[in-house]
Structures are given as C-alpha cells and as structure tokens.
C-alpha cells in the first residue's frame, strides 16, 4: 500500500515533462474519481492494488508521450469540462484569447457567429457560455471531430449552439454571420516541433497547412468574405511569427480595421479584420 503523497512523490520524478508534478496530481486525480484539491486534503489516503496498478498504467503512457488529455479524456477550456479524443486538436489556453477578443468586440445582443474547424467545439462553446442570445454555428470537415463537438455540445446543454460537418465553407449554405472565429491549422509541414511534445498524437490535418502553414489562413480569409454582413468580423489564430503575413493576407482580401493582437507572452497570436 501506497500512500497519495508517497506516490505523488515518486510519479513526478517519472515524468519528463515541464509541468511533471502537475501531470502526476491530474492522473492520480483522475484514477481516484477525486479532485487534486482532494490529494491535498488526504495524503495519507493509501491506494488499492487495483488503483495503483491504474495509475502505473497510466504513469507508463505518460512517460510515452502521450498528451495527459487523452489519458483522461477530458480537458478544461473556458471553465468548460470538454471531452477529448484522438480525433481532433486538444484544447489549449492559448486559444482563449480567441474567445476574449470575440467577447469584447461583439455586444451580447443577439447575432448569429461561426467556428471554423470547431474541434471539440471549444471555441463555440465557450462563447454560448457567455453570450446565450447568441446563435452560433459550429463547423468541422471531420465526421468524427464534428461528432465529438456535438457529445460536448449536449453533455454542456447549449441549445444556442448547431455542430455541423463542412469543409471550411464547401458544404455550407449561403448565410450571412456577424463574427467568423477558427483557429485552423497554420504549421507549415517541416517545421521540427511536429515530432515534440503532445502534437505527435493529435491529427495531422488539424495541425499542418501548405504555403508555409499559411494556405487554410488565406481559405478562410477569402472565404469569410462572402458570409460576414456588412461590419461583421473574422478572428483567426496563428502562429507566433505569422502575425505580419495574415495581416497582409486579410488586407489583401479586402478587410478593414485590419490587426493582430498579443497574447499573455507578449506574441500576436490572434489577427481580427472587419468587412
């Protein structure tokens, strides 16, 4: 028998990961069906076979690689418990800033908005957390992204919120949106960090895009065009060092207001323009 804090302990010292004792509390958490403020509340909890033998199992996945996401199926985004698969990008704080630009341009009146490459729906349903007169379109090319986005969608009851599957624009109706978000893939193909860290499980389509990481970005820019109404705004996540091209490529389509924004690491990692 082991106790919490002894096998808290000797997991940290397992794993290679920057935020290893983080790692551990989340895993060990998970195994119990407890919260990590609980680990603190019972060290001296002493582990059966059958969750020490979970968590070891767990701990040697971990030391694999494997994303700590999807080892317990879930990740918190928005406050928002989303659950997570292989089948689409795991939801990361970065993208926040995504929604927290969103909010403070477009009032809570009500207006119709579009996620592009929704994933596990993080962005949309984060946004109909905050914005409930909202009607908000959700849209994947994935059958299997888009069928986690909808899990989430009914698992968190937002009713003002419809998932469906599209390739960018390919398969949508004619529609007229008041705020167009996506965070789509904008790596290019040989960039190094694709065989490093928690992207080597998550799909490659969601994470590379052709002409330096850039093609999906110029899609959506020229794309959006013809479904903002007049004054709407299109919000694309990017990579730290693109800020200056998307912003080239949204004047080129013909937005205003053109410009990109910083995220808490002091990197323009968000580029809105307006119709």
């Not at 984060?126 to 909202?134: G, H, K, M, V």
């Not at 590379?208 to 093609?215: I, K, Q, S, T």
Request: net charge negative; proline share 5%.
């Amino acid at each position: 028998m082991t106790t919490v804090k002894d096998t808290l302990a000797r997991a940290a010292g397992q794993i290679d990961s920057d935020s290893a004792r983080l790692d551990a509390e989340v895993l060990l958490a998970h195994i119990l069906g407890r919260s990590r403020t609980w680990l603190y509340t019972w060290p001296e909890y002493e582990l059966s076979e059958a969750e020490q033998a979970g968590y070891d199992g767990l701990l040697a996945r971990r030391r694999a690689g494997e994303p700590v996401a999807h080892l317990t199926g879930v990740r918190e985004f928005w406050s928002l418990p989303l659950k997570v698969d292989a089948s689409t990008l795991i939801p990361r704080p970065d993208t926040e800033l995504l929604v927290e630009l969103a909010l403070e341009l477009c009032p809570p009146q009500p207006l119709r908005a579009l996620d592009l490459g929704t994933g596990t729906g993080a962005i949309a349903l984060a946004l109909a957390s905050e914005r409930p007169a909202w009607e908000i379109l959700a849209a994947d090319k994935s059958a299997d992204a888009a069928a986690l986005a909808e899990e989430n969608r009914r698992a968190l009851g937002f009713d003002n919120v419809r998932v469906t599957q599209s390739d960018w624009f390919a398969q949508m109706a004619p529609q007229a949106f008041g705020l167009i978000v996506s965070n789509p893939p904008y790596i290019d193909a040989a960039d190094p960090h694709l065989a490093q860290g928690d992207v080597r499980f998550e799909p490659r389509s969601a994470l590379v895009a052709d002409n330096a990481g850039l093609a999906d970005i110029e899609r959506i820019a020229r794309g959006s065009r013809k479904y903002l109404a007049a004054g709407g705004w299109l919000l694309v996540e990017h990579g730290w060092q693109q800020a200056a091209a998307v912003r080239k490529i949204f004047a080129a389509a013909g937005y205003k207001q053109v410009d990109s924004r910083k995220d808490y690491s002091g990197w323009e990692r968000v580029t809105l323009g307006r119709r």
